[in-house]
């Protein structure tokens, strides 16, 4: 059993940054493949980015460039380094755990999200 809770979100201006956190407990962190989802109002849930176990990274086109996911084993720590943030990043970002490949809608663990908003 894996539990995750996010936190870092907040409102912040266009232009600038924020560090989003995932933090897991169990023993088995490093073991799952992790990701960032987010979902705007009225907007389907999309991928953000991933890390496999291995390290191995992927991003969405929309922040490839901008975001950088990282994990942290010794920690239990899933981050999301959000730079140069627009208004079309505003949602709740939730953090992801699957044993297999990970997947929008379904995943093994799903934390509870942190609501990003950005203003213009």
């Known amino acids: 059993q894996v539990q995750l809770v996010e936190s870092g979100g907040g409102l912040v201006q266009a232009g600038g940054s924020l560090r989003l956190s995932c933090v897991g407990t169990?023993?088995?962190?490093?073991?799952?493949?992790m990701g960032w989802f987010r979902q705007a109002p009225g907007k389907e849930r999309e991928f953000v980015a991933s890390i496999t176990v291995t390290g191995s990274t992927d991003y969405a086109v929309s922040v490839k460039g901008r975001f950088t996911i990282s994990r942290d084993n010794a920690k239990n720590t899933l981050y999301l380094q959000m730079n140069s943030l627009k208004p079309e990043d505003t949602a709740v970002y939730r953090c992801?755990?699957?044993?297999?490949?990970?997947?929008?809608?379904?995943?093994?663990?799903w934390g509870q999200g942190t609501q990003v908003a950005v203003s213009s």
């Open positions: 169990g023993r088995t962190f490093s073991s799952y493949n």
């Open positions: 992801a755990a699957n044993s297999g490949i990970l997947a929008t809608m379904r995943n093994d663990y």
